[in-house]
């Protein structure tokens, strides 16, 4: 958890700890594995990723990546459910 939300970039910090606090208590065992896997990409790359600013390299992909770009692919991710635009 405080590896998801203390990444070096605030907008980081919500996308991924955000996610994180989501699903954290739902994983598997091997979801977490994956889970950590991905936190150990820097952190400019893995936000551009989840923003779209850059492709995800072929090599770099996994399920839960791929389920994190689809969660931080709307506008406000991150972001509580009250502070969303609409």
């Given at each position: 958890?405080?590896?998801?939300?203390?990444?070096?970039?605030?907008?980081?910090d919500?996308?991924?700890?955000?996610?994180?606090?989501?699903?954290?208590?739902?994983?598997?065992?091997?979801?977490?594995?994956?889970?950590?896997?991905?936190?150990?990409?820097?952190?400019?790359?893995?936000?551009?990723?989840?923003?779209?600013?850059?492709?995800?390299?072929?090599?770099?992909?996994?399920?839960?990546?791929?389920?994190?770009?689809?969660?931080?692919?709307?506008?406000?991710?991150?972001?509580p459910?009250?502070?969303?635009?609409?």
């Amino acid at each position: 958890m405080f590896r998801a939300h203390h990444r070096g970039t605030k907008e980081a910090d919500l996308m991924i700890g955000a996610f994180v606090r989501r699903w954290a208590a739902e994983l598997t065992e091997a979801e977490l594995d994956d889970l950590e896997a991905t936190l150990d990409f820097p952190d400019v790359e893995l936000s551009d990723w989840l923003t779209g600013r850059r492709p995800v390299p072929e090599d770099c992909r996994s399920p839960m990546l791929e389920r994190m770009l689809v969660e931080c692919a709307g506008l406000g991710a991150g972001l509580p459910p009250e502070l969303r635009r609409p």
